[in-house]
Nanobody, 123 residues
């Protein structure tokens, strides 16, 4: 059974940090570009970051301004997102997704999705 399972979401104060993880089972992540998307209440799902199959290329939403770092450990079949200097506008459900074609910003291009993990930033 193919699964992506996110973890690490939490309630954090503005300025705080979180590290999200996405563990894959039932398939190997090596052949997939991996992305993080997020969806805030009442808003469309948006791309946050993407990493190529070997980790050599990364992409970030312009709005993040260097606060987030995406990484992957293919040996552990896991994707990560380090989020620093969190702001209230980062509050959303964060999803990981796998794309056999490569990094794209369109959610419809992705083959597999996790169920999401809630990140809430509030004082």
């Amino acid at each position: 059974q193919v699964r992506l399972v996110e973890s690490g979401g939490d309630l954090v104060q503005p300025g705080g940090s979180l590290r999200l993880s996405c563990a894959a089972s039932g398939f190997t992540l090596d052949d997939y570009a991996l992305s993080w998307f997020r969806q805030a209440p009442g808003k469309e799902r948006e791309g946050v970051s993407c990493i190529s199959t070997n980790g050599g290329t990364t992409y970030y939403s312009d709005s993040l301004k260097g606060r987030f770092t995406i990484s992957r450990d293919n040996a552990k079949n896991t994707l990560f997102l380090q989020m620093n200097t969190l702001k209230s506008e980062d509050t959303a459900v964060y999803y990981c997704a796998a794309n056999s074609v490569g990094c794209t910003s369109w959610p419809g291009d992705y083959d597999y999705w996790g169920q999401g993990t809630q990140v809430s930033v509030s004082s």
